[in-house]
């Protein structure tokens, strides 16, 4: 069978790029500097369904993607979170947030409608992505 993506992500998020462990996503949203962090593990959808030493690449990649947000707009404070109650695919959001961005301080998700990128700004932050 192998690893796939599960549709919802293909929905509102952008393809950016494949680490050691985790397919990258860019979320669709300009409000906000946001990756989304896929284990390419088949099945996986709780944290004890990678190994210990799958566990561990997952949170070095967490620490990278909280890095790239940083680099893709103003960020004050990272929200870094593992829920999935809409899709169950074992995933990791790293959202960067700011005291006057429009949410401060609830959280993101399922508030209000994403902005999308614009085409060239979507390409600049794939860019900045591939590279880091």
């Known amino acids: 069978m192998g690893f796939s993506v599960a549709p919802a992500f293909e929905a509102g998020s952008v393809a950016a790029a494949d680490w050691p462990l985790c397919h990258v996503r860019l979320q669709d949203d300009a409000r906000f500097p946001w990756l989304i962090l896929i284990p390419r593990v088949e099945g996986a959808v709780e944290l004890e369904d990678l190994s210990a030493d799958q566990r561990t690449m997952l949170m070095e ?10 680099r893709l707009g103003p960020v004050e404070k990272l929200n870094v979170g ?9 995933h990791v959001h790293v ?3 700011r005291r006057d961005d429009d949410l401060w301080p609830d959280p993101v998700w399922g508030r209000g409608p994403a902005v999308p990128y614009a085409q ?3 390409a600049r932050l794939l860019d900045v992505i591939a590279g880091g």
């Open 61 to 70: 990649e967490t620490m990278r993607a909280g890095v790239l947000a940083r």
């Open 82 to 90: 593992a829920i999935g109650n809409v899709t169950a695919q074992l």
């Open 95 to 97: 959202v960067g947030r």
């Open 120 to 122: 060239d700004e979507r």
